[in-house]
């Protein structure tokens, strides 16, 4: 019996290998990594778990939190699932432009913010400050990276001119940094692929009621995302507000992936969030992962309300015949999706091994 339960051991190993000779697809993921949960480290495990894809690094950028505590959440995420072979880049703490002070002043002028991820007053504190209250999970043991989030993917799309697809699910801070230290580096991706936007969403959410173009991740760095969508990429994909509250992230899902027993399953339970349950960040990675998820997308020219007033950090969208002089490449923008399909893909995979490091 022992010689047939190491043949069948052996053959889900090889089952969850990419095909003979087929390259695992590379990427760096740049993150707003709040935690413990949510959607930002839920969304880093899509790509850490698949194995197909080959996580060259893990970049944290300010946005849902303070760079330096999303930092300390994903180190211990990648301790617990025993994949701190994974580099985790610190990325820019600041936004170019943008800043507390005049999001608070804005909203004297122009009315209520219902959203400021880490400027936010509901958990304020101070930039460098990492509260141990906010770890239930336990600080991490592991340290980032010495080596920035921009200067790596720079020497990353250089190593590997062509085969690496940024995914960005958090402000754009970093991919504007890396544009310009090496204004060759989007061309040297094969794709960037970004949670990001908002066209018309439907929605009765208050973030969206007064200004449906409202999306947090441009308006948190407009001028970030501005020198990113104007940037000439091989290939980008966008998914905005859309298409990311037709996803749900529920308890049930939750229970259904700790039923697997892994230490992944135990951990989106135990830190289940349910206040804010879309699955923003999941969807940009499973529908790179898996395109058959999305049923439905439009292309546009898209840039970013760069003018400081009431929609400073709106998404600007044109199609092909309206487009100005000065723009990027077209998008193409994720509109739709099987949500049965993406749920099941996400449980899937959420409740498989974690994979080993390959050496």
């Known amino acids: 019996m022992k010689w047939r339960w190491m043949i069948f051991v052996t053959m889900l190993a090889l089952l969850a290998m990419p095909a003979f000779g087929q390259q695992r697809r590379k990427v760096i993921v740049d993150q707003d990594a709040s935690g413990p949960g949510g959607s930002d480290l839920q969304a880093i495990m899509v790509l850490v778990q698949s194995p ?5 690094g893990i970049a944290i950028v300010t946005g849902n939190a303070w760079r330096d505590e999303e930092l300390a959440h994903t180190l211990r995420l990648l301790e617990l699932v025993g994949r701190t072979d994974i580099p985790v880049l610190p990325g820019a703490v600041f936004p170019l432009v943008h800043s507390r002070e005049e999001a608070l002043l804005d909203e004297q002028l122009y009315g209520k913010i219902n959203y400021m ?3 936010d007053a509901r958990w304020w504190h101070k930039p460098f400050d990492v509260p141990q209250s906010k770890f ?34 958090g402000p754009m801070t970093d991919l504007a940094l890396a544009i310009r230290l090496d204004p060759q580096f989007p061309k040297l991706t094969q794709e960037l692929v970004f949670m990001g ?28 995302a ?9 290939k980008v994909t966008c998914i905005p507000v859309d298409i990311s509250i037709k996803t749900h992230f529920t308890h049930a899902m939750a229970e259904q992936i700790a039923k697997s027993g892994t230490v992944l399953g ?20 499973a529908a790179w992962i898996d395109p058959a998820i999305i049923t439905g997308e439009r292309k546009y020219y898209m840039d970013v309300n760069i003018e400081h007033g009431p929609n400073y950090g709106d998404t600007l969208t044109w199609p092909a015949r309206d487009k100005p002089n000065i723009t990027g490449v077209p998008v193409h923008v994720l509109m739709d999706l ?4 993406f749920d099941k893909f996400f449980v899937d995979l959420m409740s498989s091994p974690t994979p080993k490091p390959i050496p």
């Not at 099987?338 to 399909?341: A, P, S």
Request: net charge negative; glycine share 2%; with cysteine.
């Open 266 to 285: 135990k951990y989106l339970l135990d830190y289940y969030v349910t206040a804010i349950n879309y699955m923003w960040d999941e969807l940009a990675c």
């Open 136 to 169: 239930p999970e336990g600080m991490p043991h592991a340290k980032p990276s010495a080596e920035d989030a921009a200067h790596f993917m720079i020497r990353m799309v250089h190593q590997y001119p062509h085969q690496v697809t940024i995914v960005e699910v």
């Open 52 to 56: 197909e894809i080959e996580t060259l």
């Open 226 to 234: 501005h020198i990113a969508l104007t940037a000439h990429w091989a």
């Open 197 to 224: 936007g908002s066209i018309n969403p439907i929605s009765n959410d208050a973030e969206w009621e007064t200004d449906p173009r409202h999306e947090f991740n441009f308006w948190f760095d407009p001028e970030a």
């Open 117 to 119: 991820g880490a400027w």
């Open 338 to 341: 099987n949500v049965e399909k």
